[in-house]
């Protein structure tokens, strides 16, 4: 059958005269002798006319060019309509792959925002110091920094740090540009409140210092305006500040209890230690990284050999070639400059889950919500240190003696501290009263008071106030004779003053006819 | 000595035919673009008899044939002169068919039974009911694979070889085919001997 068929398809393609000239001639043979291949021959014709015939040809399209060229047109038309929509068609396609892209890899979004976390993180780590490497983060810093919670941070632009509670108790930390500075001298009043003798004032300053070296590694800076806090500073705080209150109390107990009442502070000398230690043990390397663009927490390990090694090289340098040396630390001083760039910082929104941020021309206050200071038990010290912070208000900070004296060799000129072991000053000054009294002004009356010390609060002496600073508690001969000799050029404007008060008051006595007793200036 | 002069004009024609489509093909490449109608004008009758004989149906001829010219059209720039142009405009055609049969058939799975009846009647009937009609609808059921190799044959005029490279296919396959489809036309034509023999 299966050869059959191939003879008949043979057929079909002869029909179709598709057989090369030798197999036709070879069909044409075997039909002649069999009448079987005759007849499918005939009907193979038959059908393929059947076929021709009757398949009617199309007839002509004679528009068929014009709706052609119409249809390029239009597809070119739909082309660029299309091509304009290829963009968005492009970022749409970009968007659902992308979509489904996270969708099935979940992480690769956050570990992308990780990476440039931590790409922003590591700009803004690099190269930082502690504040207080190269600058002067004196006794009386520390001892600001224990009672006013304020470090400075840039004293000569009057740039400080300041460390606060909220209400509900949670911390927060605020960076003025200018404001009220701490009142001088707070370290002296309270040694003079407590009437410490030279060796307790000794111990003072020995616990002082011995925070100084951790409070450098709380406070980093660099040259890209960061400053990296780390959150134990809150717990230094209270530590310094239960330390020497603690120590106070041991010192000189009657007097302490003047200033803070009995019972405010309850605990005793060895829990204070413990408190101490544990907060010195906290190494907490996270640190709140406060930048001109945002605010962050990140762990830092400063390289705190290095930075030691550096501190070392310029001591010893300083000990060779002073000039040089007091150059290189001013050069390896960074400042921290809180300025307009950090304006920015309000329109960031990125890190309000843990920090709250106010900004004004002078002020930025970071509310720290989220972030967890090292915990250790403190004592609360609010209410102690406003107590002390009071007290120091109330002592004037340097108190000036003047005894009378009509000898006609002049007054002697006496200031000394409260504390009476300090040491104190005695200057000659020239006899105003009987100065003032030739000239009859005052008639018998002196303006000191006759014979009596009088108490002066040199806070009214403006000037002079100025020049009697702590420095000159360290007495250094040559420099105390050049401050004393500009002393005295002050005390000759002093005196010009003084004659035109005197005129003055004259005046005022001629219409009133009142005796003075004394004057105070 | 007369048959033999005629084929060989036929042949020179065909030699003739297949260098002018190649320089308007060259022409076209080379930025001409209006020698286009020219091809459009010399190939568009066969184009449209082909798939009218293809899809058994004259409604659609034109939407394909114009679909077949849009396509050659965007693709000519590509052509490799490495066969009849009228070898590769016969294999667009051709597919081009086949895929909007393939388009019918999906649509009347989406249409409502009796509107795909009606449809289906028409195709079954599309030329009357003489003796080219029951020949016409005889043709049209035969299977695809079939019908367009015997009327690329029969009406086109196309050689074995010719087919073989419009429809992708071996010649053996071809002639094959174009023998299965007589048969099976002789088949369905059966029943109508006695209308066929008058």
Known sequence: MKKLNSKYEKLSAYVDNELSAGEARELEDEIKFSKELQDKLNELKRIKQLTVSSVKRLPEAPYFETKLAANLNNKGRTYDR???????????????????????????????????????????????????????????????????????????????????????????????????????????????????????????????????????????????????????????????????????????????????????????????????????????????????????????????????????????????????????????????????????????????????????????????????????????????????????????????????????????????????????????????????????????????????????????????????????MFFNKGEFQKEMKQLQKELERMREEMKRLRIEIHRDSLQKHEDHDSVEI | MNTKNTEKDLQNAQILNLDEDFSLIKRFIDGDESVFAVLVQRHKEKVRNIIYLTMSSSNMVDDVAQDVFLTVYRNLNNFRFESQFTTWLYRITVNKCKDHMRKIKIRNIFTPINDAENKADETANPEGSDISGIVQRAIARLPEKLRVPLLLKDIEGMSYQEISETIECEIGTVKSRIFRAREGLKNILKPFEEELMS
């Not at chain 1, 106010?358 to 090292?374: A, K, Q």
Request: glycine content about 4%; overall charge neutral.
């Open chain 1, 82 to 472: 299309f091509r304009k929509w290829i963009p968005a068609i492009g970022f749409t396609a970009l968007a659902a792959v992308l979509m489904i892209f996270l969708k099935f890899n979940p992480g690769v979004l956050n570990e992308l925002v990780e990476k440039q976390k931590s790409n922003i993180a590591g700009f803004y780590q690099e190269n930082l110091k502690p504040l207080f490497f190269a600058s002067d983060l004196s006794n009386e810093d520390i001892f600001n920094f224990a009672f006013s919670k304020q470090l400075p941070l840039d004293k000569t632009n009057g740039q400080y740090l300041k460390l606060g509670y909220e209400p509900n108790g949670k911390e927060f930390f605020e960076i003025k540009t200018s404001g009220a500075p701490q009142p001088p001298d707070n370290l002296n009043k309270f040694i003079a409140t407590l009437k410490l003798n030279n060796a307790q004032k000794r111990q003072v300053d020995s616990i002082l210092a011995s925070y100084a070296e951790d409070l450098r590694s709380q406070i980093l800076v660099n040259d890209k305006n960061t400053i990296a806090i780390n959150p134990n500073l809150w717990n230094y705080n209270k530590a310094i500040a239960a330390d020497l209150i603690s120590f106070a109390r041991n010192a000189n107990e009657e007097e302490f209890n003047k200033i803070v009442p009995a019972g405010y502070f309850k605990y005793d000398k060895p829990e204070v230690e413990t408190i101490v230690r544990q907060v010195k043990n906290i190494k907490d390397n996270n640190y709140i990284f406060f930048t001109p663009d945002t605010i962050f927490t990140e762990s830092y390990q400063p390289d705190w050999k290095e930075l030691r090694k550096e501190m070392d090289q310029a001591r010893e340098q300083m000990k060779k070639d002073m000039q040089n040396a007091k150059k290189n630390l001013k050069e390896m001083r960074i400042n921290f400059n809180f300025d307009s760039s950090f304006s920015k910082l309000k329109s960031d929104t990125s890190w309000n889950k843990n920090f709250e941020v106010f900004i004004d021309s002078n002020l930025c206050r970071v509310h720290i919500s989220n972030i967890n200071i090292p915990d250790v038990p403190m004592p609360d010290m609010d209410a102690i240190t406003m107590e002390v912070e009071e007290a120091m208000k109330s002592i004037p900070p340097l108190m000036i003696e003047i005894p009378g004296g009509r000898n006609g060799k002049g007054y002697s000129f006496k200031y000394e501290f409260r504390d009476s072991t300090s040491n104190s000053v005695k200057i000659r000054i020239p006899d105003v009263d009987s100065i003032m009294k030739s000239m009859g002004i005052f008639g018998k009356d002196s303006l000191l008071y006759n014979g009596k010390w009088k108490i002066f609060n040199p806070d009214s002496l403006a000037s002079l106030h100025k020049l009697l600073d702590d420095s000159t």
